[in-house]
């Protein structure tokens, strides 16, 4: 008789509980022997020469008291060590409310374990900015913007990190807005990132922002690492993580619940995104927890007018969510996706499994060129396992013109208690599988000899890059 499971998880808990209470008792003997007591821990990184608390500057953690000047006298002080080792601002434990802060190069943003900055309810205390322009127009209204509480343009080695402190963008009331058609300006993001370099955004919480959670933007070599990102599944486009016209970033070990896609891979929208011309490429996602019951872990587009290509994703497990990796695309986009790459996918309570649509009904203005039709070709998904799904595919290329070279390999879905009809919905494209239950449509044929789709065996030069960490060092003084 095979020994219960069960019973070993107790007693491998059991070990556990006793290791760490052992471990708890000696930390406690070997503090009581030294001779004085422990005092604040300092926060060291070896990559800052300078370091300051952002209570040097008048800051009050008590939830109330607006710190939007403290932030600003902070970081404009640090920014004169720019070019002198750079410098580290860290946010204590207290809650510190501001509205937006505007970072600075050569700088890190550390936030304490207990640290929680909180989004100002003030909406004086959030300027605008000018447009996007690969966008043309506000997406919640035309003609103007908020920036982000969290905001930096034309920086070069900045990092934003922690020992897991939190930014709570306190989204809520513009929620409330924007559902009631009451903004006149588009809602801020809570981090926003542009025309930067060796950003690194790692180790936080961040929760309830107001639209879009991290979103850096005409950015080169992008590390997001680490991030617990919360929002109810209800809340208006509260995507966790949108990299928009970037090259070579890196996005791992995160743990999204999102009202709108865990991630969203973007490049401009429509005739202003094909003017500006800057794609999205050189993309490795891995080790993704997606929870997203209304949308994707992945969305490549809907404003994907700059191109996307070269997007690599691995490791990615998706629960509750209504896809794993969706295309969005429409006539007037323009541009590309092409060459992505997907594996290891696993998928738990799902409405699609792979889904393509080429009729999103989404544009900046109707001046779009109706010839600009989108490329999209060579897509490819392996080693994909999925359980409790309502529809396998839906992939709806466009009229004239096709979606080609989709290859699909070594898929097993399991459907649900009442799946749709017509398991596989295929339309303009075309490719072919291998490998794949349940049986796909007539236009992805399965292939007689056994194969895997391609995935990438070089390494992007992002992934070779190290996070910029800092350590606690504590230090004791005598009786």
Not at 30 to 50: D, N, P
Not at 81 to 108: C, E, R
């Amino acid at each position: 008789m095979e020994p219960s499971p069960f019973k070993s998880r107790k007693s491998h808990v059991k070990i556990e509980s006793w290791a760490i209470y052992i471990v708890g008792i000696v930390l406690l003997i070997l503090g009581e022997c030294r001779t004085g007591y422990a005092s604040q821990a300092a926060v060291k990184c070896t990559s800052r020469k300078h370091s300051a608390s952002l209570t040097d500057f008048g800051a009050v953690g008590d939830g109330v008291t607006s710190n939007t000047k403290a932030f600003k006298a902070a970081i404009d002080h640090l920014s004169l060590y720019a070019s002198d080792g750079g410098a580290l601002l860290i946010v204590p434990p207290g809650k510190w409310l501001t509205g937006s802060f505007n970072l600075t190069s050569h700088f890190t943003l550390f936030l304490h374990k207990d640290a929680v900055i909180l989004g100002s309810q003030d909406e004086s205390e959030w300027p605008f900015l000018e447009l996007l322009p690969s966008y043309g127009k506000g997406r919640d209204a035309p003609d103007a913007r908020y920036s982000s509480l969290i905001f930096g343009t034309n920086l070069t080695d900045v990092v934003i990190t922690g020992n897991n402190g939190t930014i709570d963008g306190q989204g809520a009331p513009w929620w409330t807005k924007y559902r009631a058609g009451e903004l006149n300006a588009t809602r801020p993001y809570l981090i926003e990132i542009m025309y930067s370099k060796h950003v690194q955004i790692f180790n936080l919480t961040l929760v309830n922002s107001p639209s879009w959670v991290v979103h850096p933007i005409y950015c080169r070599n992008v590390i997001i690492q680490g991030l617990t990102i919360l929002a109810p599944i209800d809340s208006p486009n509260t995507d966790g993580i949108d990299p928009d016209s970037c090259t070579n970033t890196r996005i791992e070990d995160c743990f999204i619940v999102s009202g709108d896609d865990c991630i969203a891979v973007k490049s401009g929208w429509d005739q202003y995104g094909i003017k500006f011309g800057m794609p999205t490429k050189h993309l490795i996602i891995r080790r993704l927890t997606c929870i997203s019951p209304d949308s994707a872990a992945i969305a490549l587009g809907s404003e994907m007018s700059g191109g996307i290509e070269d997007v690599r994703a691995e490791d990615i497990t998706a629960i509750n969510t209504q896809s794993a990796i969706r295309i969005k695309t429409a006539v007037g986009r323009g541009a590309y996706v092409k060459d992505i790459f997907a594996r290891r996918l696993v998928l738990k309570t799902m409405k699609y499994v792979f889904w393509m649509t080429g009729s999103y009904k989404s544009h900046p203005d109707p001046g779009f060129d109706p010839n600009a039709l989108p490329d999209i070709r060579a897509i490819n998904y392996r080693d994909v396992v999925a359980e409790n799904v309502s529809h396998p595919a839906r992939l709806e290329g466009i009229k004239g013109d096709t979606f080609k070279g989709i290859c699909i390999s070594n898929v097993t879905i399991t459907l649900s208690e009442n799946p749709n009809k017509l398991l596989w919905n295929c339309t303009n494209v075309e490719g072919y599988t291998s490998n794949v239950t349940p049986k796909p449509c007539d236009l992805l044929p399965e292939k007689e000899d056994k194969f895997d789709c391609p995935y990438p065996e070089d390494r992007l030069p992002i992934e070779d890059v190290a996070l910029k960490t800092c350590s606690f060092l504590t230090t004791y003084r005598s009786n």
